[in-house]
């Protein structure tokens, strides 16, 4: 498969807040680094972080643009409520072996009623 359409099928898991589909898109090592937050190393803390994200605020992504390039997917996304971002997927063989996101975490935060952290 290539990568765009891996991204493709993971945004379908994604909007079905569906953990164990997700997982299965990523290597067992792989990274997921959203950069508002720490990276998470690995497919059951990547499963994990998802499980606890669709537990506290309601996610959905809108696919506005998938770009390819070579081994890399680029995924840029909107959700209903506003919050817009970026995804770079590094695809191997069909799975995703690292992840880095963007997006403004405190819009998040906001647009979702949950606390902000104190600095």
């Not at 720490?38 to 499980?51: D, Q, T």
């Not at 992504?61 to 081994?71: L, Q, R, S």
């Not at 680029?74 to 970026?86: A, S, T, Y």
Request: net charge negative.
């Amino acid at each position: 498969m290539k990568p765009k359409e891996v991204v493709d099928k993971w945004v379908k898991a994604f909007n079905q807040q569906n953990v164990d589909a997700l997982c299965e898109f990523y290597t067992e090592d792989a990274v997921n680094h959203q950069v508002a937050n720490l990276p998470v190393k690995g497919r059951e803390s990547i499963g994990k972080m998802f499980k606890d994200e669709f537990a506290s605020a309601e996610m959905v992504c809108i696919v506005e643009n998938i770009f390819e390039d070579g081994e890399w997917a680029i995924l840029e996304w909107k959700d209903p409520k506003g919050l817009r971002g970026c995804g770079f997927f590094h695809i191997i063989q069909g799975k995703i072996d690292f992840q880095r996101g963007y997006w403004d975490k405190l819009s998040f935060l906001r647009l979702n009623g949950l606390p902000i952290p104190n600095q």
